[in-house]
């Protein structure tokens, strides 16, 4: 992407100096991955096999994870230290945080809908969230109850590396699609997916969930299709938007599934296949216009 001197965002908190803290100190080890996410997802059975990649909290999971006393001796006390964020990344991040919200603002005055931005949460190892423990090995994740997206920016190097799925604009996508989620807060999508799934069955609740993820993925590739750079073109170059796709194919639910378990349980889904979030993404940046991206 190329952004030139785009305005940072300056709707952020950075707590990645706390690191790790409530865990001894020593980070969470490589056993963290599926410690947590049975508490986050277990409304919805998935088990812990299935990391929750560039989620969001149900609000109805949201008191489990908090109230629920399944991380012992968790407590965000630790003094603050040096931020750990790499410059250039902080830099970009907030650069598309910044561009995001001018987007949507004007995006959403169309709907009659007024803007107010989300704040982005960096961290780095855990953090205490309004939804609860944030941990890193749950991927980022936007929580609804404080309007803040939780990022601990090493996921970046995993979704490099782990998923294979490099590019400034695979992160860009990452943090384009929480404020997709962000979005459907402030248009009462999130609310209504709530009320629906209180009644639905598990299998239904997760098709529901589907259908959220694919609208955020929608929605980050409508704001790829609006993002600028200051002087009014697009910062979006040669390759970004391939780099996005491997990203949404990397994290499907069925090839997450195949990698982590073998076999795929469709019913289990609560992102949607590689080719699902692949066409959200691709029939939001084809159009530039949220209004193709399906909704509830
Ligand atoms: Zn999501």
Request: aromatic letters at 8%; one cysteine or more; a negative charge.
């Amino acid at each position: 992407m190329r952004f030139g001197d785009q305005r940072e965002s300056t709707n952020y908190t950075d707590d990645t100096g706390r690191g790790g803290m409530g865990f001894g100190g020593g980070g969470f080890g490589g056993g963290g991955l599926g410690c947590l996410l049975p508490l986050v997802a277990s409304r919805f059975g998935i088990g812990g096999v299935v990391v929750l990649v560039i989620g969001y909290f149900l609000l109805s999971s949201i008191g489990g994870l908090g109230g629920g006393g399944g991380v012992p001796g968790v407590q965000s006390s630790a003094p603050a230290g040096h931020s750990t964020l790499d410059p250039n990344t902080k830099r970009f991040a907030l650069q598309v945080l910044g561009d995001t919200e001018e987007a949507w603002t004007a995006l959403l005055a169309k709907q009659g809908v007024r803007y107010t931005p989300t704040n982005l949460h960096f961290y780095s190892g855990g953090d205490q969230s309004g939804c609860g423990f944030a941990q890193s090995a749950m991927g980022p994740f936007y929580c609804p109850k404080d309007s803040n997206i939780y990022l601990d920016t090493d996921f970046f190097n995993e979704l490099s590396q782990k998923y294979q799925a490099p590019g400034d604009f695979a992160e860009a996508y990452v943090i384009a699609h929480e404020v997709g989620h962000h979005v459907q807060d402030l248009t009462g999508t999130l609310g209504k997916a709530e009320q629906l799934q209180a009644r639905e069955s598990e299998a239904e609740g997760n098709a529901t969930q589907v259908k959220i993820e694919l609208q955020a993925d929608c929605y980050a590739g409508v704001w790829a299709a609006n993002a600028k750079n200051p002087q009014g073109q697009s910062a979006m170059e040669p390759g970004d938007f391939e780099e996005g796709m491997r990203a949404a194919e990397a994290i499907g639910d069925d090839t997450l599934q195949k990698q982590t378990q073998g076999r795929v349980v469709p019913d289990s889904f609560t992102h949607g296949t590689s080719a699902q979030r692949m066409n959200a993404l691709q029939t939001g940046f084809k159009s530039g216009n949220p209004e193709a991206c399906a909704s509830l």
